[in-house]
């Protein structure tokens, strides 16, 4: 079974610090993904790779930062954490247009 | 925004019951895919319907696709209240690496 896994189920970070969520998939897979989800909007892509060190912006990428320095490994980095990234952090992994595998996801409080 | 729309928001169901749930989007696609997110985990994929495909079953799941009005739905047969779930879809677009998330119904089958 595919599996991806995320470093954190539950963070509290005070406002100005530096935080990295990490995600880690074993399925080889060249897509890697971020998104925050909030309730009554859904999940929303904060960032996405496409290769090792290749990323690209999705729809709310401001105060966020990525990694990925391998392929099995994409980092989400809040440069400088504000009480407006109190969120759930959902990653997944897929192969091109296929399936999205998803981690259990990261629970943010940012005091 | 290019965001899929589920329809209903809430869909409240007695056991036995079919639970039907609506996706609207607004571009032409590649694939259509249905996730089932329980609460406060990560999201869990329960089928994907191709651009060129009608209609697709999995167990007592079955998904249409409606590409001229740019619409699927979701039936979830003699639902059981391990059903009880939020219900997603997302769409692709373009290259086909980037994913757009639904805001979701949220499900609740009653024992």
């Known amino acids: 079974d595919v599996k991806v896994t995320q470093s954190s189920r539950y963070l509290v970070k005070r406002t100005g610090e530096k935080v990295f969520l990490e995600c880690v998939q074993d399925?080889?897979?060249?897509?890697m993904f971020w998104y925050r989800q909030d309730p009554g909007l859904g999940l929303r892509l904060i960032y996405f790779?496409?290769?090792?060190?290749?990323?690209e912006k999705g729809d709310i990428p401001e105060g966020y930062s990525v990694s990925r320095e391998k392929k099995e490994r994409f980092s989400l980095i809040l440069e400088s954490a504000s009480t407006n990234q109190t969120s759930m952090y959902l990653c997944?992994?897929?192969?091109?247009?296929?399936?999205?595998?998803f981690g259990p996801g990261t629970r943010l409080l940012v005091l | 925004s290019q965001q899929g729309e589920e329809d209903p928001q809430a869909l409240s169901i007695q056991e036995g019951e079919n639970a039907t749930m609506n996706c609207s989007y607004k571009?032409?696609?590649?694939?259509l895919q249905w996730y089932r997110q329980n609460s406060g985990r990560g999201l869990v994929h329960l089928i994907l319907?191709?651009?060129?495909?009608r209609e697709k079953h999995s167990g007592r799941l079955r998904v249409t696709l409606d590409t001229s009005k740019k619409s699927s739905s979701l039936l979830i047969t003699a639902s059981r209240a391990a059903d009880t779930a939020s219900y997603f879809c997302a769409t692709d677009y373009g290259t086909g690496n980037q994913f757009y998330f639904g805001t979701g119904t949220s499900l609740t089958v009653i024992p």
């Open positions: 571009t032409s696609i590649n694939n």
């Open positions: 790779s496409y290769d090792v060190k290749m990323k």
């Open positions: 399925m080889d897979h060249e897509n």
């Open positions: 319907i191709r651009s060129n495909e």
């Open positions: 997944a992994s897929s192969v091109l247009q296929e399936t999205q595998y």
